[in-house]
């Protein structure tokens, strides 16, 4: 799946925990009719291919959808959708 976008937000390195993961979120605003704010997350290897872009650059981004479930402390089950970057290239 691929989004074609202009980057709007772009965010530092994270690091988590004592694996070292390693995460780094951008907002890209879609070239529609009716364009949206998606949060793209990069993870581990990955966050280093945005080094090469800024805010406003016009960018074609294939993602993942990831799906997560959380049940919370009183056992009700929730669920989170991420939007996972593995490729990013000039649009």
Do not use: C
């Amino acid at each position: 799946m691929q989004v074609v976008g202009t980057i709007k937000v772009y965010g530092e390195v994270q690091t988590f925990g004592n694996n070292g993961f390693k995460k780094r979120e951008i907002v890209v605003k879609t070239d529609e009719d009716y364009p949206q704010m998606l949060l793209i997350e990069f993870t581990q290897d990955k966050t280093s291919l945005l080094d090469q872009f800024q805010i406003g650059s016009k960018v074609t981004i294939s993602i993942n959808l990831k799906g997560n479930e959380w049940i919370n402390p009183q056992g009700v089950a929730k669920y989170f959708i991420a939007l996972n970057g593995w490729r990013i290239e000039q649009a």
